[in-house]
């Protein structure tokens, strides 16, 4: 069973980056997609970026992109998030999860995904 571990959150000011890590505790040979989602109180979660484990493919959410980057590890089991030039509106939970599904379909839903770690906060003040 895939156990996912993140760390790096923080509390930094707008313009200021954080580096997410998310280790998986086994190997994620099995899984196929690894994603980060993230979830505001009062707000539903949403996903922010998926990595395919597979051939690296990297899709983005617009109101990151040019500001996040993934990357992966794989003898680390490691997946990043690289979060530059943060703004209060990035502040959120943020979430690692992985799925062994092959298929596109439903990448930036969270139902989709069965492995979850337990979350590492993001505060960015303005």
């Known amino acids: 069973q895939v156990q996912l571990v993140e760390s790096g959150g923080g509390s930094v000011q707008a313009g200021g980056a954080l580096r997410l890590s998310c280790v998986a505790t086994?190997?994620?040979?099995?899984?196929?997609?690894m994603a980060w989602f993230r979830q505001a109180p009062g707000k539903e979660r949403e996903g922010v970026v998926v990595?395919?484990?597979?051939?690296?493919?990297?899709l983005y959410t617009d109101s990151v992109k040019g500001r996040f980057t993934i990357s992966q590890d794989n003898a680390k089991n490691t997946v990043y998030l690289q979060m530059n030039s943060l703004k209060p509106e990035d502040s959120a939970m943020y979430y690692c999860?992985?799925?062994?599904?092959?298929?596109?379909?439903?990448?930036?839903?969270?139902?989709?995904?069965?492995?979850w770690g337990q979350g590492t906060q993001v505060t960015v003040s303005s």
């Open positions: 999860a992985a799925r062994a599904d092959l298929r596109f379909g439903g990448l930036w839903e969270a139902a989709k995904y069965t492995h």
């Open positions: 086994v190997s994620t040979y099995n899984m196929n997609w």
């Open positions: 990595i395919g484990l597979r051939d690296s493919v990297q």
